[in-house]
T-cell receptor, first 114, second 115 residues
Framework: AQSVTQPDIHITVSEGASLELRCNYS??????LFWYVQSPGQGLQLLLK??????LVQGIKGFEAEFKRSQSSFNLRKPSVHWSDAAEYFC????????????FGAGTRLFVKA | DAGVTQSPTHLIKTRGQQVTLRCSPK?????VSWYQQALGQGPQFIFQ???????QRGNFPDRFSGHQFPNYSSELNVNALLLGDSALYLC??????????????FGPGTRLTVL
């Protein structure tokens, strides 16, 4: 079955501290992986994506993610968190299995404390 | 180049009513997918339209139906609304190229409240 697991429902970090959000996926074909951010009452904004090539991908707002096929993981990182990063983060997977739809995790809510 | 647009932005309905949501895909895209995002959850796939036909469907009842027009725009219809249908409804468009997955581009969503 295709699925995405985000183990942490919420995470709190201090402003300026580093951040890592975890994502594990289960997918029966080559996965296309995404991280989205969503502020309250807003739509989804794409942070970064991995289709192929270099397993370390850079995104907007200083975020990066590393694809590890052996661990079925695609963790999101940021070296120094800003208060404006407080939001909900979704990991997602798509591909040729199951009709081209995108499957989302349940999300991780990030709180940033001063 | 306009991205994916959705209308209306917000909508309030009462139980038992019917609602229609609209989506215009990104220029050049021919495939439209709909997702439901309930409060505190990730988006869930409802269905996908390509060449004016429903191609894939998620685990949603028949009360959820859709349509795709020749210009690739799409509608999502929900009949006999339930309180549990309150959610953000997201439209996503993509370009279908054979059997290859292509990234979906998401619209801002329509927030539906059922009272």
């Amino acid at each position: 079955a295709q699925s995405v697991t985000q183990p942490d429902i919420h995470i709190t970090v201090s402003e300026g501290a580093s951040l890592e959000l975890r994502c594990n996926y289960s997918y029966g074909a080559t996965p296309y992986l995404f991280w989205y951010v969503q502020s309250p009452g807003q739509g989804l904004q794409l942070l970064l994506k991995y289709f192929s090539g270099d397993t370390l991908v850079q995104g907007i707002k200083g975020f990066e993610a590393e694809f590890k096929r052996s661990q079925s993981s695609f963790n999101l990182r940021k070296p120094s968190v800003h208060w404006s990063d407080a939001a909900e983060y979704f990991c997602a997977v798509g591909g040729n299995t199951g009709g081209f739809k995108t499957i989302f995790g349940a999300g991780t809510r990030l709180f940033v404390k001063a | 180049d306009a991205g994916v647009t959705q209308s209306p932005t917000h909508l309030i309905k009462t139980r038992g009513q019917q609602v229609t949501l609209r989506c215009s895909p990104k220029s050049g895209h021919d495939t439209v997918s709909w997702y439901q995002q309930a409060l505190g959850q990730g988006p869930q796939f409802i269905f996908q339209y390509y060449e004016e036909e429903e191609r894939q469907r998620g685990n949603f009842p028949d009360r959820f139906s859709g349509h795709q027009f020749p210009n690739y725009s799409s509608e999502l219809n929900v009949n006999a609304l339930l309180l549990g249908d309150s959610a953000l409804y997201l439209c996503a468009s993509s370009l279908r190229q054979g059997l290859s997955y292509n990234e979906q581009f998401f619209g801002p969503g329509t927030r539906l409240t059922v009272l």
